[in-house]
Structures are given as structure tokens and as C-alpha cells.
């Protein structure tokens, strides 16, 4: 349907519908809008024009010829806001003409844009250094790495943050640009070929690469209301907007209903993913103090087995731990292929580009560098991938038509075949939300995954000594799973243990993540309303004497996603939270004290304390998962900004966003606090001991 669609062949869309009733005109229209396949990004051929034209004709005819009076409204609708977003981006594509950036030819335009952006993040990396320097306190520094902070030359925002905002920023230029000049054609995008930018040109670029931005914001919320809800609007500006922009006479506001923008939802996404950043950060200090350097070896000239036998370097070992111990993938176990390759290849071809090309084993490390691409399957070929394995990994990392970012594709193919790696972008990568964001773009589901999860949940409460057991259950002949089921304390709470990769910016992908949250909602819900109205089916697995006062529903995620209990009643839980409800009680800030010539120390502070008493009962578990603390916590580090983005001197788009609030580049830990840790270290770097009063 989707290929008929973009080629406005109204005869193969009706071959793709199963009749011409009600519930098949409704499909339709949800394709059209959701594929937004109606929306003129950039000007058309003068035949596909006529074909777009014909086809609007003929749906318009189609709804009409359907009586149905709701759907004849809705087209017309639809079709207002294709007129309103075109508008916009006309509006985007003056301003671009119009600046002296678009005279420049289409080489300078690309590589200004790379250069300036990748040169940005060297800049970064050299600050954030520069700011750990500053932090330090007789040797030991006390900072949160994700919330590093930047001075005003360098984008004035956390260093964490910019970098990201970078690859995105470069990466929405680069497809405003390749929309405008046809560089995806066949689905393939080709950069013209490289030349030298200057700084006259990289300040175009950064001038321009605002607009880029813009132009990706208004398509996202375009994508936003054709998913979750909500439309745009011209409006007059008011006061406040006057304000801000003097000249402005048209703002594009995006309007949502409260229930369409979903702020809390998006603040647990981004909650979501720090909490993942700061699990690789926790286990790479741990995996540097094992001997995994014996392990490495260098694949630019000599041959590495896959891991865990072999490395070619700590970070794979570490992302090879917090894929099989916090995400439950087991890579080394797992033969599933995920585009021809498996995830250990996956994890050994992202290593290499890390550290062959961007770390320790790179013979040149730049902003921007160029790979030769017989050099590069050759160091894959080395690292453990056959050739056919190495080729199809080069192809699916290199940024295409319909990528998102630079980090799951940061090889850059121009239109005379060569390659370039933007290799800044990989200093202080976080390997195992890359790679889960490429096998979650590639809607892959690991097969052994879920279960492997059911199993360390249920082993969580019976090392916990709490009584849960997994089992299948028929009901009027179906059978169903219960993943894991837990009576304590006269509470039966049933969990629905899923393993979904986090979703990233982009609202297609967002809108299917929730979906898989519904859907998964309604799937603990019917189990637990089976098995509250079928007693003898628990009897069986959890014992004869089993009684309960109430039957809780809860979707537990293997990654760090949690939200508020639901309006239903059913609990939204992760792991990792329930993981540590059960073995500790608290919640802790570790703080990492290195020492010169020595092993760094660490020092655990208690911030929250989870149980009432001295052991986990379920009313705690309970109020916990009511409103969970990692997200209570991180939620307040959050704000809804009202974002008033210039698209021209004249107009601009308006939308509301979940944002981060500016913390200072300052320590975790107070001075006071900071004074108490140096006297808790003794001169070998162990915490005092008190000495015991001796017996009487």
C-alpha cells in the first residue's frame, strides 16, 4: 500500500483494499495521513505532479461516493493541513534561497554543514575535558558526566546534550539540503564529492543549519499529528512573540489537546535514556578494573576473534555486559542474524569503527575523516566477519534515505564512491543504546530475549524469597502465559515482562513504542482479570493454601521505562527499579574518587530509603510502582518550554517540548558533603573503619 501510495497509483491502492466499506475507506484515510504521502516536501516533477493531482480527484470522489459524512470532513481537513504545511516549507525554502548559503555550489553546501558540525564536537570533547579539569578537588573529581556544562561558544547547554544536538542538527541540514538538491536518489544518499570548506563557509553552515532544524521540527510535528493527535494553525503573533521577533507577522502554531501532547510521556522516554547512559557509565568503570586489556587486540594488523574471547576494546566488553545483564540479549549465545548479521557482529563492527577509526588503534583522529572502503572490509574482515558479513555491515551503516542519525550511520558515502566517517561524533560513545537503536530502526525482536528476561525477574523474588512462578494457563481452550505471578503478603500481582528497545525522536517510531506499551497493557489486564475469576489456576502454581485480597497488574520493562501508575490501575515498571526494591531498599548516589598511581574508590551515598520496615513487603513494592522514584526524581530536572522557532524575519513555527533545566556545571556532592568524603578515604584508599569498644 505504501509503495502505491507514493507513486499516486490510485488503481493499485484500490487493489490494496479488501472492499469499498466503511471500515476499509477508514484504512485508507489512516495510510494517506499517516504516510503523509499528500505533503510536497520539496517541488515535484511536472508529472508526478499531475499524478498527485489525478489522485486527490479520484480519493475525493471515492469519500464522497462513500456517504460517509464523518470521512468527508475528515478529508477536507486533511487537506487543509497539506496546504498549511506546505506553506511553512515554502516559507523554509525562501529564506533558504534567499541567503547567500544557496549560492554556494552544492559541495560547499554539504561539507560546510559536515565540517562545521564535527569540528563543534571536537570542541566539545576538548571542553568537557577542560571542565573536569576545573571540577577538580585534590584529585578527585566529583561530576555527573551528563551534566557537564558549557560555556556560551560552545552552545551554552550540558556537553552531553550538545553533542547530540550536533549529529542531529548536522544530520537534519544534511536531509533538508538532499530533499532540495535530489542527493537519496534510488534510496541511496550520495553527497557530491568533498572539498575543503572555509571559515567563511562554516559560518553559513551554522547560520543555516538553524533553519535545518526548523525544517525537521515542522516535519516531526507534522508526523506528531498524523500519529498522536493535534494540527496546525496560522496565527497573528502576540505580545510575547512580538517580543522576541519585532518583524513577525505569521506564526505556525502547533495545537494539541492536553491528552494529544503527552508530556509526561515524553519526559519518561528522555528519563528513560539517561538512565541507560548512566548504566554503560557504571559499567565501564567496572569493566576497567578487570583484565579485559589483556584481551585487546588490534584488527588494522592482526586478526581478532569475536568477542568475549577477543576485544578490540573496553567498550565492547562493556556493551557486550549491559546487553546480556540490563537489556537480557545474550550476543555471545544468540545465533538470530538481524540483516544478514548477528548481534556480535553488529557489536564487533560498531567497535571497530570506535576504536580504529576514532580511538586508541586510529593512526589519524580527526574531525571528519575519509575511510578507504577496500581498507575498512579488510580491518572487518580481521575483526572476526567474513566478506560478504563486512560488506552488508558497511552498507547498513552508512547514512541513507529515511536515517534519523548519525550515530547508528556515520559513514558518509559521496557521488564519486568515497567514504568518510565522521569520527568525532564516536569520542565517548554509549555502544549499547547504538546498538539498540539499530536493531530497534530495524524492527527486529530478539528471539530468546523474553524469556531470558521472565527468568532473571521470577529468579529476582526467589532469591528474595518471595513465592512467584511462571506458567501457561487455557482458558475456554486458549492458552495463555503468565509471565510472572507473585502472591505476597495477600497480593497477587501479575507481571508482564517486555523487552522493547527505547524509542527515539522520531514520532513514527515513538507512536509504535506506546502501541507495544498499550497493547501490553491490555494483555496483564485480561490475564490478571483470568486469573482473579479462575483461582484454581493459581492454586495449582503458587499452592492449595494461596488466598489474596486484591490482583495488581503490572508491565515490567527490561530497560530503565517506568511511568505513573495508569488511570486503569495497571503499574508501568522496570527492572532494574524492581531489581533494586528487592535487594537493597534505597536508592544510592556512587561517587568514583580516583587516586593518583591507584585504584579509584567508591563511595556510596543513600538518597532514598524504599521500605518501611527492615525487609521489602508488597505495600511498599506497591506505593513504589504507584509513582516510581527514578522517574519522581528525574522528572524534576524536566520543563515543558513553549519553542518559538524563526523560519523567515517574518513568520515562524511554534510548538511546546519537553526540555531539560539548565543545571550548572557543578558537583554532585555539596562542599560540606565533598569535605566528609576526603575523611571517609584513609591513606590506602579504604573507608575508616570505627573501632569496636573493647569487652568489659
Not at 102 to 107: A, G, M, R, V
Not at 322 to 330: A, E, R, T
Not at 616 to 630: G, N, T
Request: glycine fraction near 6%.
Amino acid at each position: 500500500m505504501k509503495k502505491a501510495l507514493e507513486k499516486f497509483d490510485w488503481a493499485a491502492v484500490l487493489a490494496h483494499l479488501p472492499d469499498n466499506g466503511e471500515e476499509s475507506l477508514k484504512k485508507l484515510l489512516t495510510d494517506i495521513t499517516r504516510t503523509g504521502v499528500l505533503i510536497r516536501v520539496f517541488s515535484l516533477s511536472e508529472s508526478k505532479e499531475k499524478r498527485r493531482a489525478q489522485f486527490i480527484e479520484e480519493l475525493k470522489v471515492f469519500v464522497s461516493g462513500a456517504g460517509v459524512e464523518a470521512a468527508d470532513k475528515y478529508l477536507k481537513y486533511l487537506l487543509l493541513q497539506v496546504e498549511i504545511t506546505e506553506a511553512a516549507l515554502r516559507v523554509i525554502d525562501m529564506t533558504l534561497s534567499s541567503d547567500a548559503f544557496s549560492s554556494f555550489s552544492e559541495s560547499h553546501q554539504a561539507w560546510s554543514v559536515l565540517e562545521w558540525a564535527s569540528r563543534e564536537m571536537l570542541d566539545v570533547h576538548r571542553q568537557s575535558m577542560e571542565g573536569l579539569r576545573a571540577s577538580q578537588t585534590r584529585g578527585a573529581v566529583i561530576v555527573d558526566p551528563l551534566t557537564l556544562r558549557l560555556d556560551k561558544a560552545h552552545g551554552e547547554g550540558l556537553a552531553d546534550g550538545r553533542i547530540y544536538q550536533l549529529a542531529e542538527t548536522a544530520a537534519n541540514t544534511l536531509r533538508m539540503l538532499g530533499h532540495r538538491q535530489k542527493w537519496s536518489k534510488s534510496g541511496i544518499f550520495q553527497l557530491p564529492p568533498r572539498v575543503a570548506a572555509t571559515a567563511s563557509k562554516m559560518e553559513a553552515a551554522e547560520r543555516i543549519s538553524r533553519l535545518g532544524d526548523v525544517w525537521q521540527d515542522l516535519m516531526d510535528e507534522s508526523c506528531y499529528h498524523r500519529f498522536f493527535g493535534g494540527h496546525f494553525e496560522p496565527k497573528d503573533p502576540d505580545v510575547e512573540q512580538l517580543g522576541l521577533m519585532p518583524q513577525l507577522e505569521l506564526v505556525f502554531a502547533s495545537v494539541k489537546k492536553e491528552d494529544e501532547r503527552r508530556d509526561d510521556a515524553q519526559i519518561a522516554e528522555y528519563v528513560a535514556h539517561n538512565r541507560a547512559q548512566r548504566w554503560t557509565l557504571s559499567a565501564s568503570r567496572s569493566i576497567s578494573r578487570t583484565d579485559a586489556k589483556t584481551r585487546i587486540k588490534n584488527p588494522k594488523i592482526e586478526h581478532v576473534a569475536l568477542a568475549p574471547s577477543e576485544l578490540v576494546s573496553e567498550l565492547e566488553l562493556t556493551t557486550l555486559y549491559v546487553l546480556d545483564n540490563i537489556f537480557h540479549w545474550n550476543a555471545v549465545k544468540s545465533s538470530d542474524e538481524i540483516k544478514g548479521l548477528t548481534i556480535l557482529e553488529w557489536l564487533r563492527g560498531y567497535s571497530v569503527l570506535e576504536e580504529s577509526y576514532a580511538g586508541g588503534f586510529a593512526s589519524k583522529v580527526d574531525a571528519m575523516i575519509e575511510v578507504d572502503p577496500d581498507e575498512l572490509h579488510q580491518t572487518l574482515q580481521r575483526a572476526g566477519m567474513t566478506a560478504t558479513k563486512a560488506g552488508k555491515f558497511v552498507e547498513l551503516v552508512t547514512f541513507s534515505k529515511g536515517r534519523r542519525d548519525l550515530y547508528d550511520a556515520p559513514l558518509l558515502q559521496s557521488s564519486d564512491g568515497k567514504f568518510y566517517f565522521l569520527a568525532a561524533l564516536y569520542h565517548g560513545i554509549n555502544l549499547p543504546l547504538i546498538i539498540a537503536s539499530q536493531l530497534g530502526s530495524l524492527n527486529h525482536s530478539v528471539g530468546s530475549k523474553g524469556k531470558t528476561f521472565e527468568k532473571s525477574v521470577l529468579k529476582d523474588f526467589q532469591d528474595a524469597g518471595i513465592p512467584s512462578a511462571t506458567f501457561k494457563f487455557k482458558i475456554n481452550g486458549v492458552e495463555y502465559d503468565c509471565d510472572v505471578a507473585v502472591l505476597w503478603d495477600h497480593q497477587l500481582i501479575i507481571f508482564e515482562c517486555k523487552n522493547y528497545s527505547l524509542p527515539n525522536d522520531d514520532p513514527t517510531e515513538r507512536f509504535y513504542f506506546w502501541q507495544k506499551q498499550a497493547e501490553a497493557q491490555e494483555q496483564v489486564r485480561r490475564i490478571a482479570s483470568d486469573l482473579s475469576a479462575n483461582p484454581q489456576i493459581v492454586k495449582k502454581n503458587l499452592g492449595e493454601d494461596a488466598e489474596w485480597e486484591a490482583v495488581h497488574s503490572v508491565v515490567l520493562n527490561a530497560l530503565p521505562f517506568s511511568l505513573r501508575r495508569a488511570p486503569t490501575g495497571t503499574y508501568f515498571y522496570d527492572a532494574s527499579a524492581l531489581g533494586r526494591f528487592l535487594r537493597t531498599g534505597t536508592l544510592n548516589e556512587v561517587h568514583s574518587i580516583p587516586r593518583p598511581d591507584d585504584e579509584p574508590v567508591d563511595v556510596s551515598f543513600q538518597i532514598k530509603r524504599l521500605w518501611k520496615g527492615k525487609s521489602p513487603a508488597a505495600k511498599d513494592l506497591l506505593k513504589e510502582m504507584k509513582y516510581p522514584s527514578q522517574i519522581s526524581m528525574e522528572s524534576e530536572r524536566y520543563y515543558i518550554a513553549r519553542r518559538l522557532l524563526p523560519i523567515s524575519i517574518e513568520a515562524a513555527l511554534m510548538y511546546h517540548k519537553a526540555a531539560s533545566k539548565p543545571p550548572g556545571f557543578q558537583a554532585l556532592l555539596t562542599s560540606e558533603q565533598a569535605k566528609e568524603l576526603r575523611t571517609l578515604v584513609s591513606r590506602r584508599g579504604q573507608p575508616r573503619r570505627k573501632r569496636r569498644k573493647p569487652k568489659r
